[in-house]
């Protein structure tokens, strides 16, 4: 656990630094993990040709035994990927040849060039969060002496994992829309012939609709879960938080699409700072009141904030980046950061969830 959390703490120490200084920064990190850029084992700004005029540039390579294993690709850290982004790491890993790609950035993803899939497929991510053992256990199979076998036999686990995924999402998806409603209408109208006479049955059925609802599932149009549900967890991190919401509302929320924010300890608010271009897609906001329990989910559907130059905070270090502010008493969740009449962020208030931490 101690390696990891000093990863984040370098991580999140260069938040603000310039793209140099963060790419000496991780690779500081990997020479703690033993690739040695004495030895060869890690190259930087590798230039490769492409035809007589391109060239690729990837970050960092790491080699084993002289042999090229993993190439990384490096963004600051307050930066998400993008399809471009992504997009370079899977060209690097082509020209290469390497099966195995990793994203540094806001996060850590890791992509696998799995032979099956047309294109390298994102097998693991995680934030820079101390304690986690999810990450300690990865960093293990991404660290010296490196055993390239249990590397793939991750990947195949984690494939394994993305398919069960996938097959529940739809059956979830097909249920939600209604698809088994009138099997089961069917079967229930059938268990009903052996108690009640046809024309009693004929008349009822006529005015009978069956619903299958999901366990926790309501409408995202309603504000509020009645009664709320109390979830029952080890730990709450943005994650955790995704996966609550995701469970009560069915949205898809992810790390590109999501925000989260705890109460800042120096002051009691929420603040985070979103790139003014998240505006143009559904945006997915969640609070996290630690003291209560709480989770505050909003939904602000795409280009419904259209000027957010104009809607909130500029920050004067960064361009196309709001910055916003609220306290966490207030009911309006208005931001203050703007001055003057801040937006109030109730409008977009979906779901209080409460939960507990298991202890």
Not at 177 to 194: A, M, R, S, Y
Not at 307 to 328: C, G, L, M, V, W
Request: charged content about 30%; glycine content about 4%; hydrophobic content about 35%.
């Amino acid at each position: 656990m101690e390696i990891w959390n000093e990863i984040c703490f370098y991580i999140n120490k260069h938040k603000n630094s310039s793209e140099k200084e963060f790419q000496s920064n991780v690779e500081f990190i990997f020479d703690k993990l033993g690739w040695s850029s004495y030895k060869g084992e890690m190259i930087s700004q590798k230039t490769i040709p492409i035809g007589s005029a391109q060239r690729l540039i990837p970050d960092i390579i790491l080699k084993d035994n002289d042999k090229e294993v993993i190439v990384i690709e490096l963004k600051k850290n307050n930066v998400s990927i993008s399809n471009r982004i992504e997009q370079q790491l899977f060209s690097y890993m082509l020209q290469l040849k390497l099966k195995f790609g990793i994203f540094i950035g806001e996060n850590l993803q890791f992509y696998y060039d799995d032979p099956n899939n047309n294109k390298p497929i994102k097998i693991f991510e995680i934030e820079f969060i101390e304690n986690n053992e999810k990450a300690v256990d990865f960093i293990s199979l991404i660290r010296k002496p490196f055993d390239e076998g249990k590397l793939l036999d991750f990947c195949a686990k984690k494939i394994l994992e993305i398919g069960e995924d996938k097959k529940l999402a739809d059956l979830e998806n097909d249920i939600l829309n209604g698809v088994f409603d009138n099997n089961i209408k069917i079967f229930f109208i059938e268990l009903l012939q052996n108690k009640y006479e046809k024309h009693i049955i004929d008349k009822i059925s006529n005015n009978l609709e069956v619903k299958v609802l999901l366990k926790n599932q309501t409408d995202i149009t309603d504000t509020q879960p009645n009664p709320p549900i109390r979830h029952i967890i080890e730990k709450i991190d943005k994650n955790e938080a995704m996966n609550l919401v995701n469970r009560e509302v069915n949205m898809g929320l992810n790390n590109s699409n999501t925000v989260f924010s705890n109460v800042n300890k120096g002051k009691p608010v929420w603040w985070f700072e979103p790139e003014n271009s998240r505006f143009n897609y559904d945006f997915h906001l969640i609070l996290n009141d630690a003291k209560k329990k709480i989770l505050y989910y909003f939904f602000i559907p795409k280009n419904d904030i259209t000027n957010p130059k104009a809607t909130f905070y500029q920050r004067k270090d960064f361009d196309d980046k709001s910055q916003i502010e609220i306290y966490d008493d207030d009911p309006k969740f208005m931001d203050t950061k703007k001055t003057g009449n801040g937006l109030q962020f109730k409008k977009y208030l979906k779901r209080e969830i409460q939960y507990s931490i298991n202890s």
